[in-house]
């Protein structure tokens, strides 16, 4: 089992900046990527960005250029930079941790955080 916490949303203008982060704790040694997802109301969940255990790093087109994920290792605590923020942004935002044990494979989902974005 992974728990995932969640921390840095809140309410910010157009244009400026915040800093989410996903804390893991629990049977970490068998995640091998973290990713934000955001969902709108009445919207599905998509992916934001993600980061394997190697390092490499994704982008949703739309938030390319403008948010950074982060982290010194995907088992311990996650970043995500967001600057440039748009009202479309606006979301509640999940971390997501993907692990693999024993050739199983499972994902684990954080509580949320609110992102507003006014404009």
């Known amino acids: 089992q992974v728990h995932l916490v969640e921390s840095g949303g809140g309410l910010v203008q157009a244009g400026g900046s ?3 982060s996903c804390a893991a704790s629990g049977r970490t040694s068998s995640t091998y990527a973290i990713g934000w997802y955001r969902q709108a109301p009445g919207k599905q969940r998509d ?14 087109d739309s938030v390319k250029g403008r948010f950074t ?5 995907v088992q311990n605590t996650v970043y995500l930079q967001m600057n440039s923020l748009k009202p479309e942004d606006t979301a509640v935002y999940y971390c997501n941790a993907k692990t693999v044990r024993g050739g199983i494979f499972d994902n684990y989902w954080g509580q949320g955080t609110q992102v507003t974005v006014s404009s």
């Open 18 to 20: 915040l800093r989410l």
């Open 47 to 60: 992916l934001v960005a993600a980061i394997s255990s190697g390092g490499v790093t994704n982008y949703a």
């Open 69 to 73: 994920i982060s982290g010194d290792n």
